[in-house]
Nanobody
Framework: QVQLVESGGGLVQAGGSLRLSCAAS????????MGWFRQAPGKEREFVAV????????HYADSVKDRFTISRDNAKNTVYLQMNSLKPEDTAVYYC??????????????WGQGTQVTVSS
C-alpha cells in the first residue's frame, strides 16, 4: 500500500515556475514507477510525465516537453515535478500516481489528493 501527498501548488504568473512534490509512504516506494497527471475544470485527467523506479526511463506529454522535468529521490520517498515557463493552459489540479506506466490514468494503482496550480496571464 502506498499513500501519496502532493504539495507545492499555487498561483503564479505566466512564464513563472513552480516545483511540485509528492511524498510517498511505504517502504516499497523505490519499486514503483511514478507519474504526474493533471485535470482542468470540465476536462478529463491527462498525462503529464512518468518516471521509472530507477529514473532511467522518463516520458513527457508533448504539451509539457522541454518545460517540465520529473525527478525522484528514493531516499526521501519523493517525486518532483519542476515546471518552468508556465502557461495559463497549465492551470489544473495536479495529481501524482504510483504503480503504473504510460498515459492512461486507469493503469495506475495509487493516487494523491491533488494540488492546485493556477497560472495567470
Amino acid at each position: 500500500q502506498v499513500q501519496l501527498v502532493e504539495s507545492g501548488g499555487g498561483l503564479v504568473q505566466a512564464g513563472g515556475s513552480l516545483r511540485l512534490s509528492c511524498a510517498a509512504s511505504g517502504r516499497t516506494f523505490s519499486k514503483y514507477s511514478m507519474g504526474w497527471f493533471r485535470q482542468a475544470p470540465g476536462k478529463e485527467r491527462e498525462f503529464v510525465a512518468v518516471i521509472s523506479w530507477s529514473a532511467g526511463n522518463i516520458h513527457y506529454a508533448d504539451s509539457v516537453k522541454d518545460r517540465f522535468t520529473i525527478s525522484r529521490d528514493n531516499a526521501k520517498n519523493t517525486v518532483y515535478l519542476q515546471m518552468n515557463s508556465l502557461k495559463p493552459e497549465d492551470t489544473a489540479v495536479y495529481y501524482c500516481a504510483a504503480g503504473g506506466w504510460g498515459q492512461q490514468p486507469h493503469w495506475y494503482d495509487y493516487w494523491g489528493q491533488g494540488t492546485q496550480v493556477t497560472v495567470s496571464s
